[in-house]
């Protein structure tokens, strides 16, 4: 699969027809996310239009877009939390979406990221919506909980996602390893497909609800998803704060049954070594009142992304810039 295809979701017309006076104030900033068929990619599809403003633009005054003035940001897809921690940390890219976990696992070289230099340099531009964990069988497969999952065909995502690393840590919590398990490294679009035409039995999806490759594959075939709950998920949130038990409420997917899960926080991150400006302005920008309109048609997840939670759960530092913001909005003493 390709990982570097990028939407740019800024009206580049406007880049091509600007002059070279509007070329000096150019500026790109690039917004990892995830698979095509996730959550992350159209959601920064939808931020990465509200934060620009290309050379040439209407300003917000005047009824044009209340981003950054010169600035064009970008969604990237990518493969998820870890890759874009990496590519983040490696200067590959400005910015990106995170699990929390993930972030402060990184930031910490602690859990999953033991072993590794801790990633010091990431800092959080803010914390976005929650994410669920999805366990997608067949409606007639007779998996019904999480130790049925032993001996069959599973996908995890792929190594370099956040869901790969939240996978691993259900079947530990349930008393499974991926040894266990036949495990697959699918992104979800091709798992939907490889569940319905049999290939495998199961899949694990971290993400807001609903996302576009459940809801096309619960249009297609009898889906359901498997809770999350009891002892498993007790140890769990026990053990790892970032977790939390939640529902994905009853026809978040046609004809799929509300569900106990556990869900983890989606957050903006990037590097220390961005401009405090420039991302004092992108947070902004985030929050203005018309980007508000923007989030909630643009996205079903759109409506959880709020100034008021903005700081919920975030285990790394805040960017300077971002930190500013929030001072002087009210949140921060």
Request: aromatic content about 8%; glycine content about 12%.
């Amino acid at each position: 699969m390709k990982y570097i295809k990028t939407a740019v979701f800024s009206t580049m017309m406007a880049v091509g027809m600007a002059s070279a006076s509007f070329a000096q104030d150019l500026e790109f900033f690039t917004i990892g996310t995830g698979g095509t068929a996730a959550t992350y990619y159209p959601v920064g599809g939808v931020i990465a239009n509200a934060i620009s403003n290309p050379p040439g633009s209407r300003g917000c005054d005047e009824g044009g877009s209340c981003g950054v003035p010169g600035l064009i940001a970008s969604a990237v897809s990518s493969r998820g939390s870890v890759d874009n921690v990496n590519a983040i940390t490696s200067g590959l890219r400005n910015s990106g979406f995170a699990q929390s976990d993930v972030a402060y696992w990184a930031y910490t070289g602690t859990g999953t990221m033991e072993g590794q230099a801790p990633a010091e340099n990431l800092r959080a531009i803010a914390a976005l919506f929650p994410e669920h964990i999805h366990l997608v069988v067949l409606a007639d497969s007779g998996i019904d909980s999480v130790n049925d999952l032993e001996g069959k065909r599973v996908s995890l995502d792929e190594p370099g996602s956040g869901t790969y690393v939240d996978a691993n840590l259900i079947l530990e919590a349930y008393g499974l390893s991926n040894e266990m398990v036949t495990a697959e490294a699918l992104k979800p679009d091709a798992a939907g497909d490889a569940l319905r035409n049999g290939q495998i039995d199961a899949f694990f999806f971290v993400g807001g609800y609903p996302t576009g490759a459940i809801v096309e594959l619960a249009s297609a075939v009898d889906i359901k998803l498997v809770p999350i709950d009891g002892d498993g998920a007790a140890g769990l949130t026990e053990e790892y704060g970032f977790f939390s038990v939640s529902d994905i409420p009853d026809g978040a997917y046609d004809g799929v049954a509300a569900t106990t899960t556990v869900a983890v926080g989606a957050q903006w991150i990037t590097s220390a070594e961005q401009d405090e400006e420039l991302i004092y302005q992108i947070t902004a920008a985030l929050w203005n009142d018309k980007t508000r309109v923007l989030l909630d048609v643009g996205h079903a997840k759109g409506a959880s992304i709020n100034k008021d939670t903005a700081l919920d759960g975030i285990g790394i530092p805040l960017h300077p810039g971002a930190e500013r913001f929030y001072r002087e909005a009210g949140l921060l003493d």
